[in-house]
């Protein structure tokens, strides 16, 4: 597949990245950003370790074990947020390999390739947002259709409907079968993706065994076979269906753009104009959703500053809001979560209608 080009530059990104740099260079500022980045990290692995020691040792009785695998659901919910994300982006330390270290907690808690993460999140999604055949993210063919280009399908029609359920399914994919189809396929979206060799590999190798191993071969030393499939299951299930939605909200919306390869082509766009406009930000005054989230309510900030840990924010956020105004870039909020989970599906029926023939009864 051809590869599109963005322009560089422009006096929006221009001003907006010199004063997040202007706010970043307090001292202060920064290790108050790293202090909160680290005692999440540390909060969210440890309520996985907590949970799981409470499921296999604790007390017995549904009340406690419930407690125990919501914890487990919530820490792994953390760690996906707060953890690996911020550190697979590079935002959790200056050095590579200590970000690629804490990022192997995706290998090893959530059971998903941190090495195919980077290439599918960072490059293939946060270059070519919203676009198809690019983006992964929004390429769900045969299953969805998320975006205009994509041809539309007579069962599409029903998938603000089906989507859901299945929303919760693609965690599962990637922890079982997804990182090796990704690597046999040799590419993610239009972006090459090799084969993990050497010290990559072993991470892939290794972190596999350890999330099979604490996940499903200790635990059935101490439950039947079913109760622990039930329960890596649910936890699967909750923690896909809670990233997932999340990831559209910012993206798969009425109000976001979705240009067309065609499109960028014939009128070359300004990337980081391309950015904000095919971004939203959510609840942005929910500081507990915030919190949970791990900033990522901020989208528009993330994909222009992915490599600064999400608890600035909030506070960078009213720099690329005011710039945005000022230079007349589309900039769009949604002010609560039931506004963005509204406008998400509205957007999923109406590219489910689009391009279908209508049936006239003449008479």
């Not at 001003?15 to 980045?37: K, M």
């Not at 992964?136 to 994509?150: E, G, K």
């Not at 896909?240 to 014939?266: G, K, N, W």
């Amino acid at each position: 597949m051809e590869r599109i080009s963005f322009e560089s530059g422009g006096d929006f990104i221009r001003e907006t990245r010199r004063e997040v740099e202007a706010y970043l260079a307090r001292g202060s500022t920064r290790r108050a950003g790293y202090v909160r980045l680290y005692a999440k990290a540390a909060v969210a692995i440890g309520l996985i370790a907590f949970s799981w020691c409470l499921l296999l040792f604790g007390p017995s009785g549904l009340a406690p074990k419930g407690l125990a695998f919501a914890g487990l659901v919530a820490g792994a919910i953390l760690t996906g947020f707060c953890v690996q994300h911020d550190a697979n982006h590079g935002a959790s330390f200056r050095a590579t390999r200590y970000n690629h270290l804490l990022g192997w907690s995706a290998d090893a808690l959530l059971g998903v390739s941190s090495y195919a993460w980077r290439v599918r999140h960072n490059v293939a999604h946060h270059t070519y947002t919203n676009i198809d055949g690019h983006d992964s993210d929004i390429t769900q063919m045969p299953v969805a259709r998320l975006v205009p280009a994509q041809p539309a399908k007579p069962w599409y029609r029903f998938q603000h409907l089906y989507i859901w359920p299945l929303y919760s399914l693609m965690g599962l994919r990637l922890q079982t079968i997804g990182d090796f189809a990704a690597f046999r396929r040799g590419t993610i979206g239009s972006t090459s993706l090799h084969t993990p060799r050497r010290w990559d590999l072993a991470a892939f190798i290794i972190g596999k065994l350890i999330f099979v191993s604490w996940t499903l071969l200790v635990p059935l030393l101490f439950y039947p076979w079913w109760i622990v499939l039930i329960s890596f299951v649910g936890v699967s299930l909750a923690l896909s269906l809670t990233m997932v939605i999340v990831f559209q909200l910012a993206h798969c919306v009425e109000e976001a753009a979705s240009p067309s390869v065609e499109e960028l082509r014939s009128h070359p766009r300004i990337w980081a104009v391309h950015q904000v406009e095919s971004t939203v930000d959510f609840c942005p005054r929910n500081p507990v959703l915030t919190w949970v989230l791990g900033g990522l309510n901020y989208q528009i900030e993330h994909h222009l500053f992915p490599r600064v840990p999400h608890t600035h924010y909030p506070q960078i956020a009213r720099i690329v809001r005011r710039t945005a105004e000022k230079y007349g870039v589309r900039y769009t909020v949604q002010a609560s979560f039931w506004a963005a989970i509204s406008s998400h599906a509205r957007h999923l029926r109406r590219m489910g209608a689009q391009g279908l023939a209508v049936e006239l009864e003449m008479g």
